[in-house]
Structure formats: C-alpha cells, structure tokens
T-cell receptor, first 109, second 114 residues
Framework: GIQVEQSPPDLILQEGANSTLRCNFS?????LQWFHQNPWGQLINLFY???GTKQNGRLSATTVATERYSLLYISSSQTTDSGVYFC???????????FGKGITLSVRP | DADVTQTPRNRITKTGKRIMLECSQT?????MYWYRQDPGLGLRLIYY???????NKGEISDGYSVSRQAQAKFSLSLESAIPNQTALYFC?????????????FGPGTRLLVL
C-alpha cells in the first residue's frame, strides 16, 4: 500500500516563530488531508489539498503532486497550535485514507 | 451540539470481556469509519462502511466486528478484549461535496483492557 512519511517527528518552537511541516508519499494520490490533534485528543481537519495551495489564516498548505509531497506552513505560531499534525492520503485504489505517524509540535510561550 | 458523537468516552474492561463502542452522526454522511490510535503509530483503519449495506475490513480488523444499524450509527465490537487492544478509538464520517472528501472525527474513546 501507499507509504506516508512525515518530518520532522518532533518540533519545538518559541511563540511567534514560523514552521514548515512536510509529508512525503510514495504514490499518486487523489485525496490528501492535513489534521491537527489538540492536546485533548480532538482531531480537526485543516485542509483538503490533493494539489495546489490553500490558506486559512496563519496556516497554509501546498501539495506538489508530481513530486509526491505536501507542506504545511504555520506562521506566527501560538501556544494553541501545539499538538500533533497528521497528513493522510488516499491513492484512489481503495478509497480510504492512510495516515502518517504525525509531527508533534510544541509551541512555548 | 457535536456532529459526531462517541460513547463511552472512557472504558476500562478486563481481558475476555465483550464490549461495544458506539458512534452516531448528525451530518447525514453515508461514509463512516473506525480507527485506532496508538502512541507513535498514527491512526490505523479498522473497518469502514460506505452505506448501510456496505461493510469493509480495514488494515487491522482482526479481533473486531462492526454493525451499521442506520445511516447515522456505526458500532464497533471487541468480541473478546485483550490488553493489546488498549488504545484510543476514533469514529469518523465523510461525504463527497463538490468533488472534495473530508473526514470529520468524533472525540474518541479511550479503552483500557486489563
């Protein structure tokens, strides 16, 4: 099946800093989503982005489908950005998402 | 009110017991999923259902069963719980809107098998 690798596995930032989270995948995809899991465990969908670029406030994401990677940008980070960020992809062959292992982000005040 | 609810939110049980985790949604979505999350492993798919008459095994279905009682309800059962089924379990729903499929997650159920 399709492989999903996220990097770095852990990231510590000072409040106000910017960061880039990366997701590499091993095959063509027709669905790619970024999720944020807050410290209380709740999973929230951030972006549906199988290709192109989207922005939502301080967050933006870019997927370069031909090169099989996606990037999540966080600008002016806040302590509420802390948690785990997951990338999940669907390759179209099985109509279900495969998740990466996540990136743990800690934003310190 | 939450669109995707899970009950119970926390459960402690003993090895060999049968337990059921329930999921309900008010989003009107046809597709529903059960995942488990273990530390450092991300989310892994247990079962999924694309409509009431459709049930499919996911990556790690052994030891689990499901029931899709209605469009809004999807239950996960552990027939004989074992300690390595201790995990955080998530239910999710999705639907195709304007060619875009986005998954929405419930709050999760923390299960401890002693």
């Amino acid at each position: 099946g399709i492989q999903v690798e996220q990097s770095p596995p852990d990231l510590i930032l000072q409040e106000g800093a910017n960061s880039t989270l990366r997701c590499n995948f091993s095959d063509s995809v027709n669905n790619l989503q970024w999720f944020h899991q807050n410290p209380w465990g709740q999973l929230i969908n951030l972006f549906y982005i199988p290709s192109g670029t989207k922005q939502n406030g301080r967050l933006s994401a870019t997927t370069v489908a031909t090169e099989r990677y996606s990037l999540l940008y966080i600008s002016s980070s806040q302590t509420t950005d802390s948690g785990v960020y997951f990338c999940a992809v669907e390759d179209g062959a099985n109509s279900k998402l495969t998740f990466g292992k996540g990136i743990t982000l800690s934003v310190r005040p | 009110d939450a669109d995707v609810t899970q009950t119970p939110r926390n459960r402690i049980t003993k090895t060999g017991k049968r337990i059921m985790l329930e999921c309900s949604q008010t989003k009107g979505h046809d597709r529903m999923y059960w995942y488990r999350q273990d530390p450092g492993l991300g989310l892994r798919l247990i079962y999924y259902s694309f409509d009431v008459k459709d049930i499919n095994k996911g990556e790690i279905s052994d030891g689990y069963s499901v029931s899709r009682q209605a469009q809004a309800k999807f239950s996960l059962s552990l027939e004989s719980a074992i300690p390595n089924q201790t995990a955080l379990y998530f239910c999710a729903t999705s639907d195709l809107e304007a060619g875009q499929e986005t998954q929405y997650f419930g709050p999760g159920t923390r299960l401890l098998v002693l």
